[in-house]
């Protein structure tokens, strides 16, 4: 932290110092007006009155951004969490889904191109071969596709042109680990040009070590990706874009660290294996260390492919006719460890299918003398997904150790559309203000069926137990007592009965009972599941089946602003917006249809007030907001008290909470070659109003508390420092780091679930020719080998930490034929 602050003093003094200065001053190469598309059409970032971050490729290729994980050390108030499925969860000024499932969409939306690309784990091949990223902070209610109350993230690619070009780039860093990249692009005749990208990121040795088994490692990186882009030109009016891209991804996921125990289940004597009780926890101050289970080889086996077609058709001097038609789809078969421990308290295995399109189309032109710019247009979207999860609890609690649930496996389907009228209209009443307005109208339904299957008959015949107790009316006697007096009455009963030594037997003898076909038979008799149904309960009926349900939400959502430019280099913007995100579904394993229940929509209202400035020839810039959310039922991942389980997930809705905040951003060079680039944000979030079920089982009121993952204050600073040597040649030096103040990892603020704050430095030094085609970079990521975390999460019996990478160290290479 106080590095930080070190380095946004010197920029403030150097810029003082040397603007102050007469003579000529050369423009860094990371400052430049960056042109952005936010309002779908190409503004300059600072003629926008919306709070944007921008970067065009040769800042990303410069600090080293991979992915859009990458982008959150760039913007303050940006954070991304591990959800424990190779899906990441982004938050934007405490907005976020922190929603474990594959078919979760997100608080933060992301687009290629202006095509929305609905789930988050679709966007891990999103950062080739770019001309800009644009972060834009706030509900996106109006003229982007699904609308979204964090805010969104719009990758632009590049385009082909009218000359020859091609280039490489090649780096190589510890873990032996080489990216690859490589593109060519060109007209192929006088109306048609082609773009193809590909890059390949892979390791041969994991960056993760077990450090129960000496020489065991995990976490080997693999993944390829790739876009092709046609563009026609058919004739002076009509433009015509196709493009095809995907991704694949073979490596291994991260393994989490297990720190703390805490038995599970509330059903009597249900306990935890004796290897997972007495399993040591992860060294403390070593980001490598985890332990995984020998026995299951895991890894990622993922595909995407996306392909689209955009027209665009100028049928009038001043009115455009755009669109925009997409399909992309998803498959994942890959295996988890999310318990930290070298054996099955929790390991998954998944199967997920998606297929998702969407489509639009809108005009947009000028009116009365071009004092109003308009864009109106209808927008279409639809997924189908299907989400297997195949669980093996088998040494934990909720298995009774290896008795019951040695396997158990998760089903859930769903079909959604999404139908959208929008329209905005911008009048510029005089040359100092402009007035916007804009509203769009939505429509969203949802068809969902899911139940927990049995898998072996073992769970088949604890819930035809469970349902007959529940028939009977003595199932929930454990739902009137405390998390720990129902541990206090398990730990009585598991000393009186021998049940943890005697669970390999027992479950084996239930397997060859369930291969003998007497349960099928015990269930026909009781009326409950036999081998390889499903087993959730009726909440009503208990009786257990296939969960089915749907939801149909509309909403209208919309954008007030006023701009004031007292000046061509100072805008000041005034804005009133409201944004919605749909509800879903959760895909998780159920003991009641309870745990189905949906989130609807959630709501917030937003009021901001901002700022953007820059002097001296645009070599200072300085940004600055202050905004308010009233935030309306909030989804949230959470626990509920199951009157049989105890504390299991769920999906709930927030009724209201309260965001609001500050940021600014100053970008300066001083004189020539230096560039410096502060970023601040604080943060505060609280419930106002919420009652429900802390991650111990135990009913709390959350009023007053933080929202999740939503830092009190961040600071991210660059600098960077070119100068010539041997006449024809520049070198380069340059930091950037970050600083995020520590955060809760769950609404219930447990002091167990807070993540630390942390502090990332980032080095590099670059030496190049003046007008040559290549360059050479040595790089440092996390130079003080900062032991950090992104998450923290419970599963059953223990708390787990996803940590962030630790210090590594390598070259790249880029050359441009």
């Not at 892979?202 to 995990?218: H, I, K, N, V």
């Not at 046609?230 to 490596?251: F, H, K, N, P, T």
């Not at 058709?313 to 890959?334: C, K, P, V």
Request: proline share 4%.
């Amino acid at each position: 932290m106080r590095l930080a602050w070190l380095m946004a003093l010197s920029s403030v003094v150097c810029i003082d110092a040397a603007l102050a200065l007469d003579g000529e001053r050369k423009r860094s190469s990371l400052i430049e007006e960056v042109v952005v598309t936010a309002q779908k059409r190409e503004q300059s970032a600072e003629d926008v009155g919306i709070a944007i971050s921008a970067f065009s490729d040769d800042t990303l290729k410069a600090l080293g951004i991979t992915d859009t994980a990458d982008l959150t050390n760039l913007v303050a108030g940006f954070s991304y969490t591990d959800s424990g499925f190779s899906i990441p969860v982004y938050t934007l000024r405490g907005v976020g889904f922190n929603e474990i499932s594959q078919t979760a969409t997100s608080a933060v939306g992301v687009y290629i191109d202006e095509v929305n690309i609905p789930f988050p784990v679709m966007t891990k091949g999103a950062n080739l071969d770019l001309e800009r990223v644009e972060v834009l902070k706030g509900p996106q209610g109006t003229l982007y596709g699904r609308n979204t109350t964090g805010g969104a993230v719009n990758y632009i690619s590049k385009k082909p042109g009218e000359e020859f070009e091609a280039g490489i780039s090649a780096s190589y860093q510890k873990y032996s680990q080489s990216d690859l990249e490589a593109y060519v692009s060109g007209p192929l005749s006088d109306t048609l040009g082609a773009r193809f990208a590909v890059r390949d990121i892979r390791s041969s040795e994991g960056w993760q070590y077990d450090y129960t088994r000496p020489g065991a490692e995990l976490g080997e990186v693999d993944k390829q990706s790739a876009r092709f882009l046609l563009v026609w030109d058919a004739d002076e009016d009509v433009s015509i874009q196709w493009s095809v891209d995907g991704w694949r991804d073979r490596g291994e996921p991260q393994s989490p660290q297990y720190f703390q125990f805490k038995n599970f289940s509330a059903l009597p004597a249900a306990e935890a294996s004796e290897n997972v009780q007495n399993h040591p926890t992860a060294p403390e101050g070593d980001a490598r260390a985890t332990a995984y289970n020998p026995e299951r080889e895991l890894g990622l086996d993922q595909n995407y492919i996306a392909t689209s077609v955009r027209t665009d058709w100028q049928f009038s001097e001043s009115t455009t006719f755009t669109s925009i038609l997409a399909l992309q789809r998803f498959d994942g078969n890959d295996s988890y460890n999310n318990d930290g421990l070298n054996v099955s308290d929790l390991d998954y295995d998944t199967a997920t299918d998606t297929t998702a399109w969407n489509a639009e189309f809108r005009f947009s032109g000028y009116a009365f003398d071009d004092s109003v710019q308009w864009v109106a247009g209808y927008f279409y979207s639809g997924d189908e997904l299907e989400d297997t999860r195949f669980t093996y609890p088998t040494e934990s609690s909720g298995g009774y150790g290896g008795i019951f649930v040695r396997q158990v496996d998760l089903y859930s389907k769903q079909d959604a559309e999404s139908h959208a009228l929008f329209g905005q209209a911008e009048w510029q009443a005089s040359e100092e203000f402009k007035y916007t307005l804009g509203l769009r109208y939505t429509s969203d339904s949802r068809e969902y069926d899911a139940c927990t299957r049995d898998a072996d008959g073992t769970t088949a015949s604890l819930f035809q137990a469970v349902g007959a107790l529940q028939r009977a009316g003595l199932g929930d006697v454990f739902s009137l007592l405390t998390s720990d007096q129902v541990s206090q009455v398990g730990q009585v009963v598991a000393g009186l009965l021998p049940i943890t030594a005697l669970s390999e037997p027992i479950g084996q003898a239930l397997v060859a009972a369930a291969n003998a076909g007497l349960l099928d038979l015990t269930g026909d008799l009781s009326g409950g599941p036999g081998v390889g149904d499903c087993v959730t309960l009726n909440s009503e009926t208990n009786e257990s089946g296939m969960v089915r349900g749907g939801l149909d939400e509309d909403n209208i959502s919309g954008r007030i602003a006023v701009d004031w430019t007292p000046s061509d280099a100072m805008l000041f913007y005034a804005s009133y917006s409201i944004g919605y995100k749909a509800g879903s579904y959760p895909s998780l394993l159920s003991a009641t249809d309870e745990q189905y229940t949906p989130v609807t929509q959630e709501r917030i209202e937003a009021f901001e007030l901002g700022m953007k400035a820059q002097w001296y020839d645009g070599l200072l810039k300085l940004n600055g907001s202050i905004f308010r959310y009233n935030y309306q039922d909030k989804q949230l991942f959470t626990v509920f008290k199951d009157p049989i389980f105890g504390a299991i997930q769920r999906l709930d809705n927030v009724p209201e909470s309260i965001v609001q905040g500050l940021e600014l951003e100053v970008q300066a060079a001083p004189f020539g070659g230096l560039f410096t680039s502060i970023g601040f944000s604080l943060l505060d979030t609280e419930v106002k109003n919420y009652e429900g079920i802390d991650i111990n089982g135990d009913e709390q009121d959350f009023s007053g508390n933080e929202l999740d993952y939503a830092s009190p204050m961040e600071v991210t600073a660059v600098v960077n420092y070119e100068w010539p040597v041997l006449s024809d040649y520049s070198a380069s030096i340059g930091f950037d780091g970050k600083y995020s103040d520590a955060a809760q990892g769950d609404l219930s603020n447990d002091p167990i679930t807070v993540r630390p704050s942390y502090f990332i430095l980032n080095a590099r030094v670059g030496f190049s020719p003046y007008d040559g085609p290549w360059n050479i970079q040595a790089y440092v990521r996390n130079l003080t080998d900062e032991v950090y975390f992104n998450s923290t999460q419970f599963q059953p019996d223990v708390f787990v930490r996803y940590t962030g990478r630790p210090r590594v160290y390598g070259m790249r290479l880029d050359y441009e034929f």
